[in-house]
């Protein structure tokens, strides 16, 4: 466990309308997550910096004036640079990177959009730490029930990764990548399971990829990159690239469950191809992630 103290602050001013409860209240029913505080009105957390990959904690909350406001604890200083890399992982993973104020114009294009708007006010996608916790998460739920992977991912937390103490409260982080560069076994993890871990715990340590990167690159090319990943195919590429880099404008039309949660929300007597979502969802840009992420909410809500 590190004996953690404050050091430094984050302020971050949203652009367009942001609700950090909104996203708290996602993690709470977000499986992947595994978060047992229920009600939590802070978003306190563990995490691996990437390309550093120490490991850090924060503590965030949003106040009256929609400032939100952080402070980052670790072992020792971070120094200017470790300060701004956690500043700038810690707005990718909320979405506070990208320009909102032109979200409420989709709404006003598509009324089923705005109408999501209306219903989940201020909600923004809410990333995995970083890209390579995506994909580790990825690899762990291969033919796997999601609830069964979360408990794996928590316990690889507990007993592989770094405590930090976040005002008094222990924060356990997902291993660093050297972790699993090095992992053998792991209780619950299948072999072929542990040497894409090990594959991947490599290729991040080397810092092969990172989230700026697959940001900045042609979609395509960034997919393609991350298939390069033992274990990793199409669908946790998109995944990835979504919930790890957090690109905040590609909508997955391949997958089934956003054509469920499309024929719901638009009340189509059947589920959309991928070729009729592609048209549709040509609609949301630039935000067709957060449009997709208020299509999913709603429809576990609804299911």
């Known amino acids: 466990m590190i004996d953690s ?15 950090l409860a909104a996203g708290i209240r996602f993690l709470e029913g ?22 550093s990959w120490r490991t850090v904690g924060v503590s965030v909350t949003q106040d009256d004036g929609g400032t939100v406001r ?18 700038a992982q810690l707005a990718r ?17 598509d009324p089923v959009v705005g109408a999501l708007q209306r219903r989940y ?4 996608p809410v990333a995995f730490w970083s890209w390579y916790e995506a994909a580790a998460w990825a690899i762990v739920g291969q033919r796997t029930r999601m609830t069964q992977a979360a408990a794996l991912k928590q316990r690889m937390a507990a007993e592989l ?23 053998e076994s792991f209780r619950g993890l299948p072999g072929p399971k542990v040497e ?17 990167r697959l940001r900045t690159m042609p979609r395509e090319e960034a997919l393609a990159a991350l298939q390069e990943l033992p274990g990793i ?43 009729e979502l592609a048209v549709l969802s040509a609609g949301w840009a630039p935000y067709r992630t957060w449009v997709t992420l208020l299509l999913r909410v709603a429809l576990d809500a609804d299911s």
């Open 93 to 109: 993973i909320l979405s506070l990177d990208v320009d909102g104020s032109g979200f409420a114009d989709v709404g006003e294009r």
């Open 5 to 19: 103290g404050v050091q430094g602050s984050v302020r971050i001013e949203p652009r367009g309308p942001f609700s």
């Open 70 to 87: 952080g402070r980052v604890f670790a072992e020792r200083a971070l120094g200017r640079e470790g300060l701004s890399a956690a500043a």
């Open 30 to 51: 977000f499986t992947p997550a595994a978060r047992e505080e229920v009600g939590a009105e802070s978003l306190d957390a563990a995490f691996v910096l990437e390309e």
């Open 196 to 212: 894409r871990l090990r594959a991947l715990g490599s290729a991040a340590a080397a810092n092969v990829l990172d989230s700026t």
């Open 233 to 275: 195919g199409p669908f946790s590429a998109e995944l990835i690239l979504l919930r790890g880099a957090g690109d905040p404008d590609h909508a997955p039309v391949h997958e089934g469950r956003l054509a469920l949660a499309v024929q719901h929300a638009y009340r189509l007597p059947e589920p959309p191809t991928p070729e």
């Open 121 to 124: 006010p201020g909600l923004r």
């Open 161 to 183: 990764g770094e405590t930090v103490v976040v005002d008094g409260r222990p924060q356990q982080a997902f291993p660093a990548p050297r972790v699993l560069a090095g992992l």
